[in-house]
């Protein structure tokens, strides 16, 4: 509401008192100030279900496939690694098992990076295969700024890792909500010569608030720009969030994209093709996760 040159928010405190005479007669004012609010902020549905079209899976002619663990580590990839010279994988804890597998099936080495521990767990046979990275992954480099774990943007990390490499790249990345600075930060000319992302996206509901609709819709649009989604698997380690009249979103998705110069058609998937065989629960002691499918046809 506009006072004067001034935007009051519905939080401020002359909001109420200036606004007064548009409180509907059923309302009292810490109720009409919640309902502004909400809808100041809210995303228009129109906006959040045309993104989400957007993501919508295609079947590009490549079969998905299974590389890692059977619950979390594990994800689906499309059957394409054959000239993909090398994995960078910000965020791997104690998990290795996508690398490791990347290794010993394929002979595609890998670099890891992540701040929280010391060395990654790998069988002594590969471990000339894999480096190691002690830091964390941004839109910048901290460098010689950080008297801490140093934060390295991924244009900077892979460039210093990528000399001795020919061919593609594949990325895959699981760094605890840090996905969208990185990812925005990420140089084109890097990002086309990607042929596989996957990518684990938290908070995904918030797309539903306004300000924060504007970047993670930026975000997406800057991949799609190269990639397609080929597929989308809800965690179950975190829930899901309704909004609207039914939209549901999970918190947390792991998203496979291929890269556009790789497909062989392109078709949109169906609402009954929305689980896939080889998917597995991220956290096997939680309830299967399943979001209403929006993304979908309905064929």
Known sequence: MWSGDCWLTPDSD??????AESIPENYDG?????HTLLNEFRTPKDRVVDLLALLQPVNNGHRLMRIGGASDGGYLV???LDG?????SPGVQHISDFEIELATKYGIKSSLIDGSI???VVPADISTMISFTKGWIGAYNTGAYSTDIPTYSLNSWISEHIRDAHGDILLQIDIEDAEWEALLALDLNLQRRMRIIVC???NLQYMTHLREFVWINRIF????????????HPNNCCGKFEYYDGLQIPGLAEVTFHRKDR???KQPLHKHQFTHPLDQDCVPSNPPLTVAPWLFTSN
Request: glycine share 4%; proline share 5%.
């Open 30 to 34: 810490l109720e009409f100030r919640y």
């Open 84 to 88: 993909v010279s090398i994995c960078f």
């Open 263 to 265: 497909t062989k058609l």
């Open 200 to 202: 684990e996206f938290g």
């Open 118 to 120: 010391d060395e990654p």
């Open 221 to 232: 649009q800057k991949i799609l720009l190269t990639h397609d989604v080929v597929h989308i």
């Open 14 to 19: 002359r909001y109420i008192f200036e606004g």
């Open 78 to 80: 499309p059957d394409d």
